[in-house]
């Protein structure tokens, strides 16, 4: 019996390594947790991209939820992203608003006309700014914001049919229980 | 082949040039403490982007952005523990190199420590147990005439 116990300490072993690579696959090795969800949403004032002369601020957006999705048309991911946004954005139930990410205005505006616009707004960070304090750290990413202003989700990474579904889309329906 | 590796030498200098540029990203310090200063604190950051180096060794666009961060409050005369502080607020502990203690790193931080003292208990409990058994015969000794 007791020449069993190192065969029964390997088994042990492989069920803890199978473990964690069963966890593994279960899980974005990459994915930070964000410290800022339940917590306000940052304060911002930004451009948009349709009219710069016209700042966005936290407070004026006050009142809806709202969706921030961050995009930049040098981002891949966010190409990939893209057409479920187009097909998704108008049945998610709240306003999209895109945050164009370390992009210029031009390279923005002729990556939507070419794959279309699935955002109400838009709004500017060029030089990237705001988005530290998002703690944006890789596009895209996905700010769900509610109408006290307080970020209710965070997606990283594109948004896809399956985490719209079972991710976002409750996030959101729970939001509409809480309205008065 | 003479004119084809002065091409390629040309072509290499060329297109490292600009990231030798980048990688360099010089910042105004005012003096040499407050650079050591810099380094020190940046290479206890993780960059978010790349996400096994730390803020002073990456390339990353993020990490240049977070070290002008980190440059420009040092500038403002925060403490090392504010500019942390903010950089922990917005990314999690996960910037931080060396996780603090709280309860739920108490694992990682002394779990080592309790595998090792286990470790030592089972060893002494072994030996203590063999020291009191009578000695069984050494099989190494039977076989003598096998050995090469």
């Known amino acids: 019996m007791s020449r069993l116990i190192p065969f029964f300490g390997f088994l042990l072993l492989v069920a803890l390594f199978g473990f964690g690579i069963w966890w593994n696959t279960q899980h974005d090795q990459r994915e930070v947790p964000s410290p800022l969800i339940n917590k306000p949403v940052p304060s911002y004032a930004l451009p948009m991209l349709d009219d710069p002369s016209h700042t966005v601020t936290r407070d004026a957006m006050l009142g809806k939820p709202y969706l921030i999705n961050v995009f930049g048309s040098w981002c891949i991911a966010c190409g990939e992203e893209h057409p479920v946004l187009m097909t998704q954005g108008k049945n998610i139930g709240v306003p999209l608003v895109g945050y164009n990410y370390k992009d210029t205005p031009e390279n923005a505006k002729a990556w939507l006309s070419q794959h279309g616009n699935p955002y109400d707004m838009i709004i500017v960070d060029a030089e990237g700014r705001t988005a530290i304090d998002f703690g944006v750290y890789g596009a895209p990413e996905s700010f769900l914001v509610d109408a006290k202003g307080v970020i209710r989700y965070k997606h990283i990474g594109p948004l896809t049919d399956q985490v719209i579904a079972n991710e976002l889309k409750p996030a959101i329906a729970a939001l509409g229980r809480e309205m008065p | ?148």
């Open chain 2, 1 to 148: 082949m003479r004119a084809l590796s002065v091409m390629l030498a040309a072509c290499l200098l060329v297109f490292t040039c600009p990231l030798l540029a980048q990688a360099i990203d010089p910042l105004p310090f005012k003096d040499h403490a407050e650079e050591v200063r810099f380094q020190q604190l940046t290479r206890e950051l993780r960059c978010l982007v790349c996400q096994n180096e730390n803020l002073a060794d990456s390339n990353a666009d993020l990490a240049r952005d977070l070290r002008h961060e980190v440059f420009d409050q040092m500038q403002a005369g925060k403490s090392d523990a504010q500019i942390k502080q903010y950089l922990v607020d917005r990314y999690s502990d996960f910037v931080l190199y060396d996780p603090p203690v709280k309860p739920g790193t108490l694992l990682l931080w002394f779990g080592p420590l309790a595998m090792l003292l286990a470790g030592a208990g089972v060893v002494i409990f072994t030996v203590r147990k063999r020291a009191r058994a009578p000695m069984p015969i050494d099989s190494a000794t039977t076989d003598q005439g096998e050995d090469w």
